[in-house]
């Protein structure tokens, strides 16, 4: 008899440690399939905060793959038939997409949309599809059939079948302009925490740098292996823990690796890369769970200002050189 769950959790677990956050309001809304955490630091927000928020949802309504009249859902719709006019959002984040998909030789690929649906991730129904399903949907899962037309601003998906997924990637864009929002509002401090992607802005009152808590892979939401200290920067974990569901005793998590098909399977629990902004982080913590840590952390040294920090499946801990982390979890050594 088959057991199946569902276990989603809100995304990503990174716990933003400011010592004095506690004291400071912050406001929550369920977006983006996650719970999105924004706490501004200073006076005259409330207009700010509605204007994020505002912001938020209309990226979302571009971008999801679950409404029907998203730009997205209509270039899926028009898959093998015909461009389709998309807002400049939506190109520019396809646009950063395919700029990951090729560093990454594909690991990272916004045409996962059919592997996606075919395993039911993040529906109340997910499942293990047959070999022949696979096999049948893999062709469609192919970033270099996408076809961005820069003067008509359009997109074109050159199979039939074929469909985006940019949940890899459009958290990471949101959290940038909320963060843009907030800059030009004047305000100076801010942390935006969209289901795990952060991105911090300003220097704390103090103006010591920001900790944030690396979640514990292992652990309840809140618990965390360390701490990293970082700038004005984009921290994005992604893991195998985030999203899941079990059936017959295995775990499948929700990032595939589009050339077999399957969840990304290696020794790695998550990885988290920082980076100046949170999208680029995004794109590239999916990327590199996707290539393991041998490949993974050669993408992540062969660019200029990613650092990354690797958590193994036996409790190992990795830091790329430049990342100030400190381990305070006993249960993880470096
Ligand atoms: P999360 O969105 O939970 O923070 P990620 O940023 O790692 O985590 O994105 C995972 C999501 O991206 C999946 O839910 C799916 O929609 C999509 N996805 C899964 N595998 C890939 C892949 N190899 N390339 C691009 N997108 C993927
Ligand atoms: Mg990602």
């Given at each position: 008899m088959l057991n199946r769950h569902v276990f989603r959790c809100c995304a990503v677990f990174v716990l933003a440690l400011t010592g004095c956050i506690r004291d400071e309001p912050s406001r929550a809304e369920f977006v983006l399939g996650t719970v999105c955490n924004i706490t501004l630091f200073d006076q005259a927000r409330a207009q700010v905060y509605r204007d994020v928020f505002a912001r938020i949802r209309e990226i979302e309504n571009h971008m999801s793959v679950n409404l029907p009249n998203s730009d997205i859902a209509r270039i899926n719709a028009a898959a093998g038939i015909t461009p389709v006019q998309v807002h400049d959002d939506v190109f520019y984040v396809i646009e950063r997409s395919l700029y990951f998909a090729g560093l990454s030789g594909g690991a990272l690929d916004p045409a996962v949309g059919p592997l996606v649906s075919l395993w039911g991730i993040g529906t109340d129904n997910p499942r293990v599809p047959s070999q022949t399903e696979i096999d049948s949907v893999l062709p469609l899962v192919?970033?270099?059939n996408i076809e961005l037309d820069y003067s008509a601003r359009s997109v074109f998906?050159?199979?039939?079948?074929m469909a985006l997924d940019l949940g890899a990637i459009a958290k990471g864009f949101a959290a940038d302009e909320a963060a843009a929002i907030i800059k030009k509002a004047g305000l100076k401090r801010a942390i935006i925490d969209l289901g795990g992607d952060i991105i911090t802005s300003g220097k704390k009152r103090d103006r010591s740098s920001w900790k944030v808590g690396i979640q514990d892979p292992l652990d309840n939401r809140g618990s965390y292996i360390g701490v990293v200290t970082v700038g004005e920067q984009g921290i994005v974990t992604s893991g195998v823990y985030e999203r899941y569901f079990e059936a017959e005793g295995e775990r499948y998590h929700h990032i595939f690796s589009p050339q077999r098909g399957?969840?990304?399977?290696?020794?790695?629990?998550s990885v988290t890369i920082i980076a100046d902004n949170a999208m680029d982080a995004d794109a590239l913590s999916t990327a590199v769970f996707v290539l393991g840590y041998e490949k993974g952390r050669a993408l992540v040294d062969s660019l200029d200002g990613f650092q990354a920090i690797f958590v193994f499946r036996d409790n190992n801990v990795r830091i790329t050189p430049g990342t100030d982390f400190v381990l305070t979890s006993e249960d993880y050594r470096f």
């Open positions: 192919n970033w270099q998906l050159k199979q039939p079948g399957f969840p990304a399977d290696n020794d790695l629990m």
